[in-house]
């Protein structure tokens, strides 16, 4: 059964596996924790990206963010990060979403799928009219993935498409 699991720590061996083996920069998606050990995980990463949630003691540009795991079954396949409000410098960068998924689970309709169940919970979250994304438009994949959960391009830079979801 396909489900997202809130970042959590029952989880956390299948979590650090996942966030330590993306890489630093791909498609977009930022990772800062590539390699890091589980022992920093533990202590550091998780942590930290628990109190994203609902932070204290952040900078007033901060974002409170969720993340969000995408499993079949026993099998993690991806994750979802939802930004819960954006400030002037997100509605034309990241956006709300962003998500991945490993390498060996993508073209198998994962990211489609996960896509509609973090829209879902976006909805319930996003304060804003429309749920905000960017894709680089070398991204083919991921753009079909937005556009088939009722994305529409609201925008373009250089190189990125500015994809808006109606709530």
Same mark, same amino acid.
């Given at each position: 059964?396909?489900e ?7 989880d956390? =061996? ?11 920069? *791909?498609? !977009?998606?930022s ?12 202590? =550091? ?18 974002v409170?963010?969720t ?19 954006l ?5 034309? /960068? ?14 198998? !309709?994962?990211?489609?799928? /996960?896509?509609?169940? @973090?829209?879902?919970?976006?909805? *319930? @979250?996003?304060?804003?009219? *429309? @749920? ?19 994305a ?5 830079? *250089? ?9």
């Open positions: 059964m396909l997202l699991r809130k970042l959590n720590i029952k956390a =061996k299948a979590q650090w596996e996942y966030v330590t083996a993306m890489p630093a920069d *791909e498609n !977009g998606v990772n800062s924790h590539e390699g890091v050990s589980f022992e920093d995980y533990m202590d =550091k990463v998780l942590p930290e990206h628990l109190m994203y949630e609902n932070p204290v003691n952040m900078p007033d540009w901060f409170p963010e993340f969000y795991y995408l499993w079949d079954d026993e099998v993690l396949v991806g994750e979802f990060r939802i930004r819960h409000h400030t002037d410098a997100l509605r034309t /960068g990241a956006g709300h979403i962003c998500y991945s998924i490993k390498k060996e689970y993508r073209g198998k !309709g994962y990211g489609t799928r /996960g896509m509609a169940l @973090i829209l879902d919970l976006a909805r *319930e @979250i996003v304060p804003e009219e *429309e @749920i905000y994304l960017r894709v680089l438009k070398s991204n083919i994949p991921s753009f079909k993935v937005i556009t088939k959960n009722g529409y391009v609201a925008g373009e830079d *250089e190189t990125h498409y500015l994809l808006r979801v109606r709530k």
